[in-house]
């Protein structure tokens, strides 16, 4: 069946740093891909998502790019905040066999430090 | 629009009570569906339906019942409380669409003693 593979937390940071989160994904047909934030307190929202191979999702200064040869749509920041401290959940989707459940990592904590 | 709307926020019970979850969204998605949150876990999905009358089971569904009588509205019962389900509740909803993003409630935090 489908799943995904996150890179294990937490992420500990200083802020400015750069920020890769990994993740790996197995899936029959042709999945589109998620990336979910999940602040302290709160639900998860979309962060940002890709369709197709090759394409790339942004949304707050974070990037991933949907690689079908790797099968990895990593997460990445240039230069992050205090404010992007978080969990940061990878997730896919594919309509295949007519299943409407998306898959979702484990999730990835960041702690950002000023 | 409120979106995604869940109550209560926090809940404490005792072994072998009762209760029931409430999940509402105003989107007309057809889509609705129960995660709970544990601990190094990540979100394992409980029950889901994809239309009003219409629902079936997730990863983790015993010791829960859910209904789905209309669009807008998706309980999720605990019939007999366990500690062991002692956890956040997500309830999410979408459209059909497989490009469409989950919109997450805020989450209830539940305590069972």
């Known amino acids: 069946g489908d799943s995904v593979t996150q890179m294990e937390g937490p992420v500990t940071l200083s802020e400015e740093a750069f920020l890769t989160i990994n993740c790996t994904y197995t899936?029959?047909?042709?999945?589109?891909l998620f990336w979910y934030v999940q602040y302290p307190g709160e639900g998860l929202q979309l962060l940002l998502k890709?369709?197709?191979?090759?394409d790339k999702g942004s949304n707050k200064g974070f990037e991933a790019t949907y690689r079908k040869e790797t099968t990895s749509f990593h997460l990445e920041k240039g230069s992050v905040q205090v404010s992007d401290s978080a969990v940061y959940f990878c997730?896919?989707?594919?309509?295949?066999?007519?299943?409407?459940?998306?898959?979702f990592g484990r999730g990835t904590s960041l702690i950002v430090h000023p | 629009n409120a979106g995604v709307t869940q109550t209560p926020k926090f809940q404490v019970l005792k072994t072998g009570q009762s209760m029931t979850l409430q999940c509402a969204q105003d989107?007309?998605?057809?889509?609705m569906s129960w995660y709970r949150q544990d601990p190094g876990m990540g979100l394992r999905l409980i029950h889901y339906?994809?239309?009003?009358?219409?629902?079936d089971q997730g990863e983790v569904p015993n010791g829960y019942n859910v209904s789905r009588s209309t669009t807008e509205d998706f309980p999720l019962r605990l019939l007999s409380a366990a500690p062991s389900q002692t956890s956040v509740y997500f309830c999410?909803?979408?459209?059909?669409?497989?490009?469409?993003?989950?919109?997450f409630g805020p989450g209830t935090r539940l305590t069972v003693l």
């Open positions: 999410a909803s979408r459209r059909y669409s497989e490009n469409n993003e989950q919109f």
């Open positions: 989107m007309n998605h057809e889509y």
């Open positions: 890709a369709t197709k191979a090759d």
């Open positions: 899936a029959t047909g042709y999945p589109s």
């Open positions: 339906s994809v239309g009003a009358g219409i629902t």
């Open positions: 997730a896919l989707k594919t309509e295949a066999g007519g299943s409407y459940i998306p898959t």
